[in-house]
DNA sequence: ATTTGTCATAAGTCCACCTTATCGCGGCAA
DNA sequence: TTGCCGCGATAAGGTGGACTTATGACAAAT
């Protein structure tokens, strides 16, 4: 025997609700035998009759008034699935789990939530805040939607849009104010303190340095930028900052912020997912909100 | 675009539960591009994607498990229509209208209900006690599902079986304990009590003393079967009384039964239910039930 | 008795769906 | 790199199911 079909429970639906077969018919957009037909087949399927043919009327029979009542929650909640569909054409909407590199997230991270959850009501956000290799090997594994990093990460299964570029600025304790800003070869002797191995903001300045990992000697170990800042203002030696953590880190610390001046160091950040991923055009669409969350609060500092 | 079919969410569960083509085509015993394309339709009448396809893995969007998890709650109810379908294939079930007489009702009905609600659990029984005319009137409305009264009822458009047959006995006041038997003619001139207009049972003992409906001089009306046996015991008149009403009526009260010599009145109960009725076959046994019922009376009466 | 209304059945057409065969592509090993 | 392999998408063709119109059957109404 063939299974049940929606359009059968449709066309039950009709003549239960009409009680008459040729309305019920005009109702589907079909004709009278093809209906008496589906009915039919939906009985036999069933085993048991649905209607009680008479004369002068159909009528459901007990059965069929049982049945009717479970027929329309089921197509009620098959209608809810197209809703549901369209619902979420043009919405994000569920669960959003996002990764972020730690010298980005404590800066950017409440403008982006503010903004998303603002714009996306009912998205639920998970942050998830660690090293870029982790996040990439994360997204791979489908644990993450998309994530936050400096670029270029170079996966081939991965897309990256740019978000912004940020330049580094020189961070040497409070007396050093107005001393002449050292260029490069300069920093090179100097007592540079950066995050641990693995942060790729790490690697970015030691490249700015023209110096490579292994080089321990000079490099003292920090778990995060704001640690950071606080041993330069405590004078054990200078470190570089991305502008966009300039506002939170130094604002109550006694230390001196200096620009580089010929060759500006920086770094572009961006936005990464697998290029399998479905959610592409909502990805472009949050890293526009993320772009102005970054643009608004450059802005804002300046 | 079409619409969404029930076979497309069967697909759909399974790949979202096997997440691999080959092997949900395989749990669905179809090929493999017979469920790409019914999976793609899917996703196009939705107009979203429900899986990523990686080179790895097959793996559900976020909209996707959402949808996942409405669409198992959707197949499961689906499911469920079947066995409640198979379930009441032989089970008699929900809502049982029966209409009875009410010159039998009360000496029939009691047995009869405890004997149905123990044979089939979870029944419920509405009872309707009226003069035979309105009963064939809902039956035939729909408002009744079967009707015990006595027969024949003669409309084209019912079932009747016969259940049984009753005798007609004669009460009189208690001193006439003794007293030769009227035949019919006799009775004709004696004060007969009966029951108002429009019982049947008043139509079968004016038949059974060849009167005519069109003699209210001799009557007396009154409005139960009970009520009559008071006044026949109060010394007013006599009265007819079916078998099976005895036990009841005539326990606690001062009159004498005598049964008829030669011609025995009696009359036939059977049970009535609309041709066209698809529960005939539920009928029959309900029948079985109460013919048991009254035979089970019968005999502990006598 | 004829007509009317209503549902079931018949016959034929067409499209949806399934099949097998093949392609395209990314991953993997020599 | 090159060829191989696994897997999903695409192509082409066949079959059955579902729809159509036309007609039958039956009861009710006139």
Redesign the interface.
């Known amino acids: 025997m063939t ?5 059968q429970l449709r066309y039950f639906e009709a003549l239960a609700r009409q009680g008459h077969f040729g309305r019920a018919a005009d109702a589907c957009a079909i004709s009278q035998p093809a209906l008496s037909m589906q009915i039919k087949e939906l009985e036999e ?5 649905l209607f ?3 004369p002068r ?1 159909v ?1 459901l ?3 069929g ?3 009717a009542l ?2 329309r ?2 197509l009620r ?2 209608d ?3 809703d ?3 619902a ?2 043009h919405r994000l ?4 789990r996002i990764g972020v590199i730690p010298t980005i997230a404590p800066y950017l991270l409440p403008a982006i939530i503010g903004n998303l959850t603002r714009m996306h009501e009912g998205l639920e956000i998970h942050v998830r805040e660690t090293l870029t290799s982790k996040l990439v090997q994360e997204l791979a594994d ?1 644990r993450l ?1 998309t994530a936050i990093v400096a670029l270029p990460v170079s996966e081939p299964s991965l897309t990256e849009v740019a978000l912004f570029s940020e330049n580094f600025v020189l961070v040497r304790p409070g007396e050093d104010e107005g001393k002449p800003v050292p260029n490069r070869e300069a920093l090179r002797e100097m007592r540079l303190l950066l995050l641990e191995e693995g942060h790729c903001f790490r690697d970015q300045a030691l490249s700015f340095c023209n110096m490579h990992s292994a080089l321990p000697r000079e490099l003292l170990d920090g778990s995060s930028l704001s640690t950071l800042v606080q041993m330069v203002s405590a004078g054990i030696g200078v470190t570089l900052l991305p502008e966009m953590a300039l506002g939170v880190e130094t604002r109550s610390a006694s230390v001196s912020v200096a620009h580089f001046q010929s060759v500006q160091p920086s770094r572009t950040i961006g936005m990464i997912w ?1 290029k ?4 592409a055009k909502q990805f472009l669409q949050i890293s526009d909100v993320v772009r102005q969350s970054a643009d608004a609060m450059r802005d804002h500092r300046t």
């Open positions: 299974n049940l079909t929606l359009k399927t069933l085993g048991t009759e009680e043919r008479g009327q009528r029979t007990h059965f008034e049982a049945f479970r027929v929650d089921i909640a098959v809810e699935l197209g549901l569909a369209r979420s054409q909407v569920g669960r959003l489908g939607d697998r399998t991923s479905p959610l």
